[in-house]
């Protein structure tokens, strides 16, 4: 059996949820935001060690403002609301992404639960905002290379310090993703966690992400368990 160390999860599907509601495209976002609770409590009960969810895009910024305001504003609740029960299960929140975007409220609010839940193990959990994979690694590479432009060091040094561990460390999330489930139907990874997830399993269900239940995940989990993993080998 597999073990499950790290899980990855795009929430899709939140739009589609509400106008099959005849409901406004928020009301399903808020239904998203209310089913993370969900994810991290079956993480905590199933000593799954690290989670990451999707919850804003380099790209959805292209949405019409008042969706990408509620998103922000959505966001900025759950910041402040889960704080407390963050504290009280031992979950330490990461925020990945590039951050220097975001007001400094939203800011505040982040840095405030990383530092309250920084020496936390019960649960990793990452929330990607303003994150693109693409992005993510352009940024590893500013940072290696800012180190040498400081030290003003040789380009034969530059090049032999970019190595796949090198890289790995300057992400904004270094482990690998285990099991990347994405909900809502469609069969793409659309640019999270590229590098990690370059040996994940990829599972896919037709769930929009308000419905998806914690028993769909429970068989999620267990097909990834059974599969042999042979990382490109036999
Ligand atoms: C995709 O659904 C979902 C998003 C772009 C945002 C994901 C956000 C949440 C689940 C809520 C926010 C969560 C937190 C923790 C603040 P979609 O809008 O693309 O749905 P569609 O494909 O049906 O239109």
Known sequence: MNELRHLGIIMDGNGRWAKSRA?????????????VQ???????????????LFAFSTENWQRPKAEVNFLL???????????????????????????EVFSNDIKDQIFSLQEATKEFDRLNFNLA???GGKDEIIRAFKKIMQNFTQNNTQITEL????????????????????????TGGEHRVSNFMLWQASYAELMFTPTLFPDFSQSEL?????????????????
């Open 23 to 35: 409901l406004s495209r928020s009301k399903g976002h808020e239904a998203g935001a209310n089913k």
């Open 38 to 52: 969900m994810l991290c409590e079956y993480c905590l009960n199933n000593a799954v060690p690290k989670l990451s």
């Open 73 to 99: 504003g959505l966001l900025g609740d759950f910041l402040k609301s889960q704080k407390q029960n963050f504290i009280n299960e031992r979950i330490k929140f990461k925020a990945i992404g590039d951050l």
């Open 129 to 131: 905002i303003n994150y």
């Open 159 to 182: 090049l032999s310090a970019i190595t796949e561990k090198s890289i790995q460390e300057n992400l904004d999330e270094s482990s690998d993703i285990d099991l990347l489930i994405r």
């Open 218 to 234: 429970e068989q999620i989990v267990m097909t990834y368990k059974k599969k042999h993993r042979r990382f490109g080998g036999l």
